[in-house]
């Protein structure tokens, strides 16, 4: 049934999260956010310029009706993401958080022990904790345990454009966690968000596909049109695959037979 994309209570209409990174200026991101459609934006709390203001500021750019979601990129360790959330609360940015612990520079991939140790923590303290983690359904469902309002299993790595690559475990998860799953990172094109949507998550959050695209604007366009696409075709309900033709009309009952 198509169940309204909620977090934590908070009530979205837009299935689509983006990001605020990799822009090639703050007016085209905040013109690919308005074509978006999105709802929720994330900022990295440890690349803001907190001295910056006016147009020069990034949250300048973002659209009054946004809900902010601080992230913790940048951060390999539990306690320095701990600290990055506690920074977003004094300064007033928000108390929902978008948890990203590294494991390493090159990969990017989720350091899922030391996630696991930041959540905790954060959850105790109240946060609205959106972590990224593996599309492993082990981490997902202790991270559900803990107290997290979401799981953001990656897809593939981090502004990689190789789409999803074990839709499998996607679904292994999507089985196993009672909180809303929400495919972070890889996507690369309009039809990879299609076919994520079209898995049963609740939303998908990307930002380099879009940042990044030749056009970015018209990217966002599409990307919008894609998850509503996949949301709608995955309630709709595909048909089952099969090795050999099934004629689209019957064949009984012919003319002259």
Request: net charge neutral.
């Amino acid at each position: 049934m198509n169940q309204p994309f909620t977090i934590a209570n908070k009530t979205f209409q837009s299935r689509l999260i983006v990001g605020t990174g990799k822009y090639p200026t703050h007016a085209i991101m905040k013109e690919c956010h308005e074509a978006s459609g999105a709802e929720m934006v994330t900022v990295a709390v440890r690349r803001l310029d907190l001295k910056a203001k006016g147009e020069d500021s990034l949250l300048h750019w973002i659209g009054k009706g946004m809900t902010l979601l601080p992230n913790t990129a940048g951060c390999y360790t539990a306690d320095d993401a701990v600290r990055t959330c506690r920074l977003a609360e004094e300064l007033g940015l928000s108390k929902w958080v978008k948890l990203e612990v590294l494991g390493d520079e090159k990969t990017l991939f989720p350091d899922v022990e030391e996630t696991l140790k930041a959540a905790r923590v954060l959850v105790k303290e109240g946060f609205t904790v959106l972590p990224y983690t593996s599309d492993d359904v082990i981490t997902a469902r202790k991270l559900a345990d803990i107290g997290c309002a979401a799981v953001m299993p990656l897809a593939s790595p981090i502004g990689s454009g190789l789409g999803i690559l074990n839709p499998h475990n996607i679904r292994l998860i999507l089985e196993t966690v009672q909180v809303p799953v929400i495919v972070d990172a890889g996507v690369g094109t309009a039809s990879d968000a299609a076919l994520a949507m079209e898995l049963g998550i609740a939303g998908l959050l990307m930002n380099t596909a879009i940042a990044q695209a030749r056009e970015p604007v018209r990217m966002a366009r599409a990307m919008k049109l894609a998850v509503d696409a996949g949301r709608e075709a995955f309630l709709a309900g595909r048909i089952p695959m099969k090795a050999y033709a099934s004629a689209s009309s019957p064949l009984t009952g012919l003319v002259g037979k």
